[in-house]
């Protein structure tokens, strides 16, 4: 696995589990409530950025594909419900993705925590190198 461009990972949340079947991927992640982002993201609510989500989304793509990406397009995210730290430690993540076209991978994610849906992600990942 590489960890090119995944400068959230380790700081902002851990992987505590992550599995592979074909183009499926799922893994669960435990958030740093104490992390700087949530000062300023907001000190007496903090609540997780919807940029770090999609950062997690393609960190965690690029962790399993071995490929360093860049966001291509975005063609629907929706945040549902806040991600909030201290409510939510953990984050259960599925990724679905394909190879359309050679170099970018088509991406449908969803960020969950049992029946709270946070975000639901369709987008295009590109190789980067």
């Known amino acids: 696995m590489t960890t090119t461009d995944t400068f959230l990972l ?3 949340y851990v992987i505590k589990s992550i599995q592979q079947v074909d183009t499926k991927i799922l893994a669960t992640i435990a958030l740093n409530e104490q992390h700087a982002i949530f000062k300023g993201h907001f000190e007496q609510m903090p609540v997780v950025p919807g ?14 594909t071995s490929k360093t990406l860049t966001l ?15 409510q939510h430690q953990t ?13 970018e991978l088509f991406t449908e994610a969803t ?14 990942f ?4």
């Open 91 to 103: 984050v259960n993540i599925e990724i679905v993705f394909q190879s359309k076209l050679e170099g």
């Open 111 to 124: 960020l969950f925590f049992n029946d709270i849906t946070f975000t639901k992600f369709k987008g295009t």
């Open 51 to 64: 940029v770090c989500q999609t950062q997690i989304i393609k960190e965690i793509l690029q962790l399993q």
């Open 126 to 129: 590109i190789n980067s190198i």
């Open 72 to 86: 291509k397009k975005g063609d629907n995210i929706k945040f549902t419900a806040m991600i909030v730290p201290t």
């Open 10 to 12: 380790n700081d902002f």
